[in-house]
């Protein structure tokens, strides 16, 4: 098929534009995050972060709720944590087990062969024991797991003693090279054309070399991004034509209610266009999507495109986050050592108690996983801040033995837990406000459960724990206040759900195949669609779920459905 891409922010090239190998010392403040660039000033982000100028949204009084957007060919997906989880047969029927949220209209068994397909293409480290509603990959699908650093090693050994499983993580990260002789035939049987361009993608990816950040941007390909795993060999078959700095404002729609294309701003000329086509596939992230299909209103919708339901926009989620960090006395002064590793976890708790769950001894639903922080990464602006607490006032040579006993001495665990979907959590247009180029923004509201606050306090509650067992002292308040434990709606950067899917077209936007009930031209493939947001990071099911919605277009455009 012909494909045509509309990107909102500037083409982006990875290979000539990461700062992978650039030294704090190079970069103000020594590359500490500020305003501009809230992840480091070497952060892959290169248009876009919790203000896009010119591109507000509000949120309705009495909400609180951020909003990360970038603006830039590969999206967030240039510098994301590449921590690929999947999801469980728990978490596709939340409500059949609990009664609360809506179930998804798909199983894990339906969505587990495109779990692999997705997991081969993009190239994911793990391990393969399969753990309660922790599903493993099928055989010699995952790359070997990295080696646990130190603090990982201590933290399997105490969270072990008290019951908590430490398991290697998932993360999109080539710990070897992919199998370009035999994988793209597995992926795209019958299409030597893929076949052709894919090999040749995963020939020029290299393995990881454990030795910098993966938020920067991999210019060896060895991490997955769309910019350099998705894009170019889709580029390379000659069927996709991709137009930067085009900004979606709206469907278009004929008479009988089909979609005909989208009308965008080219945002070089400031002029209005118009792109035709005879299936609109819309990812512009979850929010963004809804956006879209909101501004697309017309005498025959003036609720906007695919609202039928009134849903469009509604049960807006994000991941519940709490984090809590500490010091080790054990960890100090260890002998100097790379503790860079894949960038990311190496290890991570998957959520243990659904047995205490089941048994009504929790004073929440739904689970969280931990991510573990620690080591001697390279250090950079801020981080030395933490440690001259500990060095009371040291100066010159005392000082820095000072910061040899104590650097690598810290560990922190970022919980991450899933959120239910509730009736007060969604975003609408604002009734006043237009961005730069006169498109109506979005408005946020929110408010978390008792489920998520009181998840929140667990997840402090346990890291203090673990932080005592292991002889260390607690750094910051341990809050038992959910209001003060949790980040606020948005900060994790999960937001997923405003055009759920369902088997029922009065109470979801999309079908089982993320297609519009009301406009059968209509596709959502980015994090719109979901029904629950699990404790699993979103991004690996955006992706497979978007593998299966292709394969449903090409069969429906094979069978003239459209
Ligand atoms: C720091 C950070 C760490 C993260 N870590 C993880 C992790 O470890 N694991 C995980 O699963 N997820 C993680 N995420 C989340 C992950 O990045 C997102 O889930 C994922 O990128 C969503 O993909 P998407 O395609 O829906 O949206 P995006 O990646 O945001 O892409 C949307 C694209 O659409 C473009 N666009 C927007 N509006 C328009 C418009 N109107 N017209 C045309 N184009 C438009 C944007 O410019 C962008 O290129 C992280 C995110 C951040 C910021
Ligand atoms: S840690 Fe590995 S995958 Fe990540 S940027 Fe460095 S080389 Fe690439």
């Known amino acids: 098929m012909k494909v045509l891409v509309l990107e909102a922010g500037r083409d982006y090239d990875p290979i000539t534009e990461t700062p992978m190998f650039q030294t704090p010392r190079d970069a103000p403040l020594r590359g500490a995050g500020n305003a501009d660039k809230p992840f480091g000033f070497y952060d892959a982000t290169v248009d876009g972060g919790w203000r896009v100028p010119g591109e507000p949204y509000t949120t309705a009084p009495g909400s609180e709720f951020s909003w990360w957007r970038s603006r830039m060919l590969g999206g967030r997906t240039n510098h994301w944590g590449r921590i690929s989880l999947r999801m469980g047969e728990y978490d596709f029927k939340p409500k059949s087990r609990d009664g609360l949220g809506a179930d998804w209209p ?30 493993a990959s099928s055989p010699g699908v995952l790359l070997p797991p990295p080696a646990p650093r130190v603090y990982e090693l201590m933290t399997r050994k105490y969270a072990g003693a008290m019951g908590i499983p430490v398991i290697p993580a998932h993360r999109a990260v080539l710990t070897r090279r992919q199998d370009a002789a035999n994988l793209p035939q597995k992926l795209h049987p019958g299409n030597t054309l893929a076949q052709k361009v894919l090999r040749e993608s995963m020939q020029s990816r290299q393995q990881c070399f454990y030795a910098t950040s993966c938020g920067r941007g991999c ?7 769309s910019t350099t795993v998705l894009l170019p060999p889709a580029m390379a078959t000659g069927n996709v034509t991709l137009i930067t700095d085009a900004m979606v404002r709206a469907v278009s729609v004929d008479a009988s209610g089909n979609a005909t294309g989208v009308h965008y701003i080219d945002k070089m000329t400031r002029t209005d266009n118009h792109a035709k086509g005879r299936i609109v596939v819309l990812a512009a992230s979850a929010a963004e999507t809804s956006r879209i299909l909101l501004n697309s209103k017309s005498s025959q919708f003036p609720n906007g495109l ?16 709490a984090s809590l960090g500490g010091q080790v006395p054990a960890l100090e002064n260890l002998p100097p050592m790379n503790d860079d590793g894949a960038a990311g976890d190496h290890l991570y708790i998957p959520w243990w108690k659904y047995g205490d769950q089941k048994k009504g001894k929790m004073n929440f639903a739904r689970g969280y996983h931990v991510e573990l922080g620690g ?9 030395f801040g933490n440690l001259e607490r500990f060095t009371n006032g040291a100066y010159g040579r005392k000082f820095k033995e000072e910061a040899r006993r104590f650097y690598g001495s810290f560990i922190s665990y970022d919980g991450r837990g899933e959120m239910i979907p509730n009736e007060n959590s969604y975003c609408d247009l604002d009734p006043e406000v237009v961005d730069q180029w006169g498109i109506p923004v979005l408005r946020f509201s929110w408010k978390w459960s008792d489920h998520e606050l009181n998840q929140a306090v667990h997840m402090q509650k346990t890291f203090a724990e673990l932080i005592t067992a292991m002889g260390g002292t607690v750094q910051g308040t341990v809050q038992t206040d959910g209001s003060k434990a949790i980040a606020r709606g948005g900060q994790i950067i999960h937001e997923v759900g405003t055009t759920r899917m369902g088997d029922n077209a009065k109470t979801s936007v999309l079908n089982a195949n993320c297609q519009a009930w009301d406009v059968h031209n209509l596709f959502i493939t980015d994090g719109a669609p979901f029904v629950s947001n699990a404790d699993k990071n979103p991004t690996l099911t955006i992706l497979a779920l978007a593998w299966r919605t292709c394969d449903h277009i090409v069969a429906e455009a094979k069978r003239g459905a459209f």
């Not at 480290?125 to 922790?134: A, D, F, I, K, V």
């Not at 210019?219 to 991004?225: D, L, M, R, V, Y």
């Not at 080591?375 to 981080?383: C, D, I, L, R």
């Open 306 to 321: 695919a609202n039928s339901s009134g849903l469009v926009g509604k049960y807006l989620m994000d991941t519940v986050g």
């Open 375 to 383: 080591g001697k990464g390279m250090p950079g602006g801020g981080q």
């Open 106 to 135: 798909l199983t894990y068994e339906e969505l587990a062969p495109y779990y692999d397909l997705t997991e081969s293409l993009i190239g994911v480290y793990g391990g393969e024991e399969p753990l309660e509603n922790t599903p």
């Open 219 to 225: 210019s060896i390909k060895a991490n997955f991004q």
